[in-house]
Nanobody, 121 residues
Framework: QVRLEESGGGLVQPGGSLRLSCAASGSIFAIYRMGWYRQAPGKQRELVAAVTIGGSTNYLDSVKGRFTISRNNAKNTVYVQMNSLQAEDTAVYYC???????????????WGQGTQVTVSS
């Protein structure tokens, strides 16, 4: 019904930049929050950045000042611009959205398939 499609991952040198994109599609009534999580090998998944329907943003402390989340509401799309990337940023990045579908019902979390970001020299 609702799906999230991610793009923009890849291999980058330390200090480099990437921009990830995530587009939600399907029978969507409202997107209350949309953002990115990441999971590195041997580590728990953690919230990287998110933006709410009202425009409020939240960032993982270690990415503040380097990552910027933005959205295009008309396209149901969220982006994260990642600058000054470090080896510690290497992870699979997952798009996440809290969405209510058309025809009622409770909102629920949806997840993308994940896109690999590797920061290495």
């Amino acid at each position: 019904q609702v799906r999230l499609e991610e793009s923009g991952g890849g291999l980058v040198q330390p200090g480099g930049s990437l921009r990830l994109s995530c587009a939600a599609s399907g029978s969507i009534f409202a997107i209350y929050r949309m953002g990115w999580y990441r999971q590195a090998p041997g580590k728990q998944r953690e919230l990287v950045a998110a933006v709410t329907i009202g425009g409020s943003t939240n960032y993982l402390d270690s990415v503040k000042g380097r990552f910027t989340i933005s959205r295009n509401n008309a396209k149901n799309t969220v982006y994260v611009q990642m600058n000054s990337l470090q080896a510690e940023d290497t992870a699979v990045y997952y798009c996440n959205a809290y969405i209510s579908a058309k025809l009622g019902g409770r909102a629920q979390d949806y997840w993308g398939q994940g896109t690999q970001v590797t920061v290495s020299s």
